[in-house]
C-alpha cells in the first residue's frame, strides 16, 4: 500500500495526546517495558528501529541504562523533534536520533547488544531483508526485542483492510506472524518467540475512538483542526473494524543471534 501521509505536525500531536508525549505507537512506558521484560541493558548498545518522536528511547534511557543508545527513522521531522525532545529531558548525553534512507541499516557488523522496535516494522514490506540486516548489526548473542502489527493471516486483503489502509495512508507492508516467524528464523535468530496483543489493543482502539470523537475532540480540534480530526475518526472506525475480525493483528517479538 504505497503511503499518502506523513508523520506532519498534525498528526504527532493528535498521536501524542492519545499516546503520550514522545510516542506515536500505543502504550507509552508500560508497553515498552514489556517488549523488554527481563532484558538486563546495563551498559549495553541499543539501537531504536523506527524511534518516532523519542519517547520509547528516552524511557529505555532512563530506566535501562544502556551505555548508548541511537534512534533511526526516515521522518527527518519526527527525528528532529526527537533529538529536541532528548535536549529537553536531560538526555541528549545519552540518547541520540539520526534520520536515514530505506534500505540497508548505515551500521556495521556487530554493531549493538539490541536492536528494539516499536510498531515500525509494519511500514518495511520486505521482512526477509530487514531480519537479515538485523542479523548482522547484532552482536553475538545479541537480542532483538519488538512490538508491531501485522496482518492475521496470510489471505488476500478483505475491502475493510483495504479501505482502512487507504483511509490511514502511511504505507502498511503487513504480514502475517508466520511470515515474521519464517524471516527471522531464515537469518539465523534462534529463540524466536511471539506474544499476541491483538486483544489488548483491540479494546485500546475502541476506548481512543471514543476519546477522539468525545472528551478530547476540543482539545485535538483546536490543535489539528475540524476537518482532519473528523477524517482521523474515520480512520480509527475503519481500524476498530478490522481489529474486531482479526484481520489486523498486533504482538511482541523476542529473538537471539547465537
Known sequence: MEQTQDYDDKLVALLEV???????SPGGDHETAL????????????????CGTG????????????????????????????NDNAVAAGLSDRVS???????????PDDRFDLVFS??????IPDKHALARE???????????????WMSGSDAPPS????????LEGLGFGLASPDVYFTALRGAGFEQVSYVDRTAWLAARSHVELEDLDGRLRPVIEARVGREFL?????????????????????????????
Open 18 to 24: 492519545l499516546w503520550g508525549d514522545g510516542y506515536l
Open 35 to 50: 517488549v523488554l521484560d527481563g532484558l538486563d541493558l546495563r551498559g549495553k548498545r541499543v539501537l531504536d528501529l523506527g
Open 55 to 82: 519517547g520509547c528511547a528516552m524511557f529505555i534511557a532512563a530506566e535501562f541504562e544502556p551505555a548508548e543508545l541511537i534512534g533511526i527513522d526516515v521522518e527527518a521531522g519526527v527525528v528532529a523533534k526527537a
Open 97 to 107: 536520533f539520526l534520520q536515514i534512507e530505506p534500505g540497508p541499516l548505515p551500521f
Open 118 to 123: 516499536k510498531d515500525s516494522i509494519v511500514h
Open 134 to 148: 538485523l542479523f548482522r548489526v547484532l552482536a553475538p548473542a545479541g537480542v532483538f526485542a519488538a512490538s508491531d
Open 159 to 166: 475491502p475493510e483492510l483495504l479501505h482502512y489502509q487507504q
Open 230 to 258: 473528523d477524517h482521523e475518526v474515520e480512520v480509527w472506525t475503519a481500524l476498530c473494524g478490522v481489529f474486531d475480525t482479526c484481520e489486523l493483528g498486533a504482538g511482541h517479538w523476542r529473538a537471539i543471534k547465537p
